[in-house]
């Protein structure tokens, strides 16, 4: 159902951005020394990258009619969704929640080696 991958994907990406901010700020905070910003940054990336890897293992186990998702799904779409058996819409949004975590989650760590490799170049440069 593609109103439920949308869904999905606007509260991972709000978490996402929460996260990317205070990432942001620290490393803001560290700029008087760059090469240090740059590994600190992947390091709290790849803390993220962890902790959506643990949320996205953890979801078939949680109850989802409280996650962020049912409210950002339109009524109609939340409707259809209700008409069917309670474990056949939970099994349904457990695997497209986690398919998008572990989608987000290849992302981030993408982005913590980048910014450990751009750490190791610019300290080598020194």
């Not at 902790?51 to 109609?76: F, G, K, N, S, T």
């Not at 969704?81 to 998008?100: D, F, G, K, N």
């Amino acid at each position: 159902m593609e109103q439920l991958r949308i869904a999905a994907d606007l509260s991972i990406r709000r978490a996402c951005g929460f996260g990317g901010l205070g990432i942001g700020c620290t490393m803001l905070a560290l700029a008087y020394d760059f090469p240090l910003s740059l590994r600190i940054g992947g390091d709290l990336m790849a803390i993220g990258c962890a902790i959506m890897l643990l949320a996205a293992w953890w979801v078939p186990y949680r109850d989802l009619r409280h996650a962020e998702v049912w409210y950002l799904m339109p009524q109609w779409a939340f409707d259809a969704l209700r008409s069917r058996p309670r474990a056949e819409w939970h099994a349904m949004v457990a695997r497209v929640l986690r398919a998008r975590m572990l989608w987000h989650a290849e992302r981030v760590g993408a982005a913590a080696l980048v910014l450990w490799g751009a750490g190791w170049i610019t300290a080598s440069l020194r």
